[in-house]
């Protein structure tokens, strides 16, 4: 599983870790530019803003669609190393809480 430029970017964003403002004012419109760029920030935000809450609002079935969809569409067979491991401890944590609730 690879870790995309976007995961990256909105990882470093939300934690704060842009190097100046003009890095993260070029960010945000490629926000504005590109849905898929956006859509994944949003992923994350999510988890970021739900992160120290046990218990997750994952009830929405917008998220739930797009994040099972997302889950399913990746190869089953993939090996998961290196940076992988984040992104494959993220989608096993939403995939859980998906099926918790």
């Excluded at 100046?20 to 004012?25: A, G, I, R, T, V």
């Excluded at 419109?29 to 994952?58: G, I, R």
């Amino acid at each position: 599983m690879k870790i995309s430029k976007e995961d990256i970017e909105s990882a470093r964003s939300l934690s704060g870790e842009m190097k100046s403002n003009q890095e993260q004012s070029m960010f945000e419109v490629k926000l504005l530019l590109d849905d898929e760029a956006n859509d994944t920030y949003k992923d994350y935000k999510f988890l970021w803003d739900c992160y120290p809450n046990p218990s997750l609002p994952l009830k929405s079935d917008k998220y739930k669609k797009r994040l099972k969809a997302k889950i399913e569409t990746e190869p089953q067979s993939k090996v998961v190393y290196g940076g992988g491991k984040l992104k494959a401890l993220l989608y096993a944590v939403i995939l859980g809480l998906i099926l918790r609730s």
